[in-house]
């Protein structure tokens, strides 16, 4: 399948975590796991790109608590966002939704703009870049750095965020212009970032 290559491709750039899941995952409590979710709990649930930062839930943990049949999947890391889909999709690689936190309850569920299989590719890129990675820097583009970005090899895209190569490393510059380097040995990234025109930047 595409996906799964394409999974699996994901996590062999984005950390030298040997990925690490929940074996068989089989339908429980009458739920069905859509099979991009089924296999990326049961290759790499329980890897670091996958509870580091924002957290894919166990398959114990995944239930239909909502009374619109939406099924809760993942959290994020502060608790102010859950990802979902709904129940009566059908489609193997079936809508994602989100609902954020307003007050002391959630809000409505809103479309994500994503197909599962682009979710979980997506996920696991951006929580690397937010911690599961050995080493990321994180800062801010100059306009000219922006420009220079654009013309970098394109790894992976989404809405949000474009993935690219930066010589070994692996570099998100989000729609708001915020900056990761991520992916490589720490001694690549740390090399990697003295050539970069960056307004600030820190190193994690």
């Known amino acids: 399948m595409r996906f799964e290559a394409e999974y699996r491709s994901a996590l062999r750039l984005v950390t030298g975590d040997a990925p690490s899941g929940y074996g068989l995952v089989e339908d429980a409590r009458g739920i069905h796991f859509p099979s991009p979710l089924r296999f990326a709990l049961s290759c790499a649930g329980l890897s670091k790109v996958n509870r580091d930062f924002n957290r894919l839930l166990a ?88 420009q220079r970005q654009q013309g970098l090899p394109v790894v992976w895209t989404c809405p949000d965020f474009v993935v690219r190569h930066s010589g070994k490393c692996l570099v998100i510059v989000s729609n708001d212009r915020s900056f990761y380097l991520f992916g490589g040995a720490p001694g690549e990234v740390r090399r990697e970032v003295r050539h970069l025109d960056l307004v600030w930047y820190d190193l994690e």
């Open 59 to 146: 398959p114990s943990e995944i239930e239909q608590a909502d009374p619109d049949g939406m099924i809760t999947f993942a959290v994020e890391n502060q608790g102010v966002l859950c990802w979902g889909f709904s129940a009566k999709d059908t489609e193997e690689d079936c809508e994602i939704y989100q609902q954020a936190l307003s007050g002391d309850t959630y809000g409505p569920w809103i479309g994500d703009q994503l197909k599962m299989s682009d979710f979980l590719i997506s996920f696991a890129y951006w929580n690397s870049a937010n911690g599961a990675a050995d080493v990321t820097v994180f800062g801010e583009v100059t306009d000219a750095e922006w």
